[in-house]
């Protein structure tokens, strides 16, 4: 009987949350993480992955993505672009709202090799179509219902959703905000705020949010929301709201992150909390291809590799609420693991206003490990473990 199912050999293991960057190995056991040391044997394994030249990682986990496939006109099936790319874990940003929830955990989440934990959107119907703003219609926009929703899905719910743009809400202005707060409050979760495109200064969003909440597409050059647009600084209230405990995302997406907003920020010192894609229909194939593409693009504005792991492990697991279980590779904890490779040489990289990077690192995922189970680029397993899911598997 081997000692372990899967080693991953040779390769750098950067760990944020256990303050780990260190040449080890990873031995994982029945979904497990079983081992983190130097030289584990491989013929001691059923499976052993040579992963030298690689960064191995806490699965990474993209805390703003849209996958309700079939159900929403942006939705994406999750696995074939998460489980290539070496995320474990992902976010739904609000795509269902209560009335379609159901369907969503169903047909979506109760399926999915991916751990999906969603936002429920305060409109009843979610973003069910692009072209029409959920909060329009306010008779959509129910605070007990949206709060018995979250109640009823408890174990998968992290809290609330709402955009506030004016295409969106319309002359509602931020009155779904506010009931989207209400919902916050009444269930004492989380609420995640979509800030590109609004027209009301992020002063009044930032009066509504508290500790633990999010505001996704901080980046966002339409509207440069967190910029003083005269001195090129972050807005001192930004600064303060993030020393709070406000959580500011990137939500790159198709149309939320801009090269220029990005540097002026870096520059003054701030700092995005967690680093994501706003992976949907529209942006997965062009500007946020992948989280390890978005990673990259910050390497290239000049983070260190540590930094930038930690913004898509450790803190994104905090923000979550799940830092004990998720974003790290202590033994005990579930094998999630991501082995990437760091390319150099010349890339061209865009963001969502058409502006090119050309980079010299970019990241790639070679293997992906969720649960126990190895997915290879193809998104196929290298070998499956058969054993029962844990509660956080």
């Known amino acids: 009987m081997a000692k372990y199912d899967v080693v991953l050999k040779g390769g750098r293991v950067l760990d944020p949350a256990q303050g780990i960057d260190a040449a080890l190995d990873v031995g994982t056991k029945h979904g497990r993480i079983a081992a983190l040391a130097e030289d584990l044997p491989a013929d001691d394994a059923w499976l052993a992955l040579d992963v030298a030249d690689h960064v191995v990682t806490p699965?990474?986990?993209?805390?703003?993505?849209?996958?309700?496939?079939?159900?929403?006109?942006?939705?994406?099936?999750?696995?074939?672009?998460?489980?290539?790319?070496?995320?474990?874990?992902?976010?739904?940003?609000?795509?269902a709202g209560w009335a379609n929830f159901p369907g969503f955990r169903h047909f979506v989440i109760g399926h999915a090799r991916t751990r999906i934990f969603p936002y429920v959107n305060i409109s009843s119907i979610g973003i069910t179509d692009m072209r029409v703003g959920e909060?329009?219609?306010?008779?959509?926009?129910?605070?007990?219902?949206?709060?018995?929703?979250?109640?009823?899905?408890?174990?998968?719910?992290?809290?609330?959703?709402?955009?506030?743009?004016?295409?969106?809400?319309?002359?509602?202005?931020?009155?779904?905000?506010?009931?989207?707060?209400?919902?916050?409050?009444?269930?004492?979760?989380?609420?995640?705020?979509?800030?590109s495109d609004c027209e009301q200064p992020v002063q009044e969003?930032?009066?509504?949010?508290?500790?633990?909440?999010?505001?996704?597409?901080?980046?966002?050059?339409?509207?440069?929301?967190?910029?003083?647009q005269e001195r090129g600084t972050v807005h001192p209230e930004v600064q303060a709201a993030q020393q709070s405990g406000i959580v500011f995302d990137v939500g790159h997406g198709q149309g939320s992150f801009s090269f220029a907003v990005a540097r002026a920020a870096l520059a003054d010192g701030f700092l995005p909390d967690t680093i994501s894609t706003d992976l949907h229909a529209y942006s997965a194939f062009y500007t946020a291809r992948s989280l390890p593409d978005v990673m990259s693009k910050f390497l290239d504005l000049g983070r260190d590799l540590p930094d930038v792991v930690a913004r898509t492990t450790r803190n994104p697991a905090a923000a979550m609420g799940r830092a004990d279980s998720l974003g790290h590779l202590r033994v005990g904890g579930v094998a999630d693991i991501a082995a990437l490779r760091l390319e150099t040489g010349p890339y061209p990289m865009r963001d969502a206003e058409d502006a090119e990077l050309t980079g010299d690192r970019h990241l790639a995922a070679t293997y992906t490990v969720r649960a126990g189970e190895v997915y290879n680029q193809a998104g196929q397993p290298v070998r499956r473990w058969y054993g029962p899911r844990t509660a956080e598997g």
């Open 59 to 95: 699965g990474l986990i993209d805390l703003h993505t849209h996958v309700y496939w079939g159900g929403t006109d942006l939705g994406v099936l999750p696995d074939p672009l998460c489980l290539t790319t070496g995320v474990t874990t992902v976010a739904d940003a609000g795509s």
């Open 205 to 228: 969003i930032l009066e509504h949010l508290k500790p633990g909440d999010i505001i996704t597409h901080c980046f966002t050059g339409r509207g440069r929301l967190i910029l003083n």
């Open 135 to 195: 909060n329009l219609n306010l008779a959509y926009c129910g605070v007990e219902d949206a709060v018995k929703a979250i109640e009823a899905n408890r174990d998968v719910a992290l809290g609330v959703k709402v955009r506030v743009a004016e295409k969106i809400c319309g002359p509602n202005g931020l009155e779904p905000l506010r009931r989207a707060a209400a919902v916050r409050d009444a269930t004492n979760t989380r609420m995640m705020v979509h800030i």
